[in-house]
T-cell receptor, first 115, second 113 residues
């Protein structure tokens, strides 16, 4: 079975530009998570979807960040406008059920650099 | 609030040595799940194992073994006869009565040939 697929793998853009990260979860998984990983803060949960509905977006840093899940097989994380401090690796993960007791399977991540 | 502590920041060993990674957790939930993830230099996060709070049976899987002790809130992970390919950052994580996975800071393991 295919794992979680993220695109792009790398993104370099200038401050102020809009950035869109994409994720395709594992088929049959109904929970989807977006994480951000930095050296200073480690792995942080940004937002959690269950059955395509955002359940908790308390980890989203500010209004510049938004996430959507229009269907069970696709999600986006958008940053507009981007800032240098948004530079990080962004991971998407999916799991079965509500994500409580099932392992989350991660994509390869998107390495984002904002100049 | 849940907390996962990995006190070891870095461990360096020579190939074929055993490596034990420590993980201590805090939670008020009576039912919870513990996980280990591996992040190799290529960057992806790979799920290794899951344990629930009612299952204290330790397990061996190939060169990996896990020691879960509820009395000390520890969930340690051992790599036996380490290999260069085991070089990675290893994360311990905890999930309680919600969906949130709390990660430790990670332990960087370097296996030298």
């Amino acid at each position: 079975d295919a794992g979680v697929i993220q695109s792009p793998r790398h993104e370099v853009t200038e401050m102020g530009q809009e950035v869109t990260l994409r994720c395709k979860p594992i088929s049959g998984h109904n929970s989807l998570f977006w994480y951000r990983q930095t050296m200073m803060r480690g792995l942080e949960l940004l937002i959690y979807f269950n059955n395509n509905v955002p359940i908790d977006d308390s980890g989203m840093p500010e209004d510049r960040f938004s996430a959507k899940m229009p269907n069970a097989s696709f999600s986006t994380l958008k940053i507009q406008p981007s800032e240098p401090r948004d530079s990080a690796v962004y991971f998407c993960a999916s799991s079965r059920g509500q994500g409580f007791n099932q392992p989350q399977h991660f994509g390869d991540g998107t390495r984002l650099s904002i100049l | 609030a849940q907390k996962v502590t990995q006190a070891q920041t870095e461990i360096s060993v020579v190939e074929k040595e055993d490596v034990t990674l420590d993980c201590v957790y805090e939670t008020r939930d009576t039912t919870y799940y513990l996980f280990w993830y591996k992040q190799p230099p290529s960057g992806e996060l790979v799920f290794l194992i899951r344990r629930n709070s009612f299952d204290e049976q330790n397990e061996i899987s190939g060169r990996y073994s896990w020691n879960f002790q509820k009395s000390t809130s520890s969930f340690n992970f051992t790599i036996t006869a380490s290999q260069v390919v085991d070089s990675a950052v290893y994360f311990c994580a905890l999930s309680g009565n919600d969906y949130k996975l709390s990660f430790g800071a990670g332990t960087t393991v370097t296996v030298r040939a």
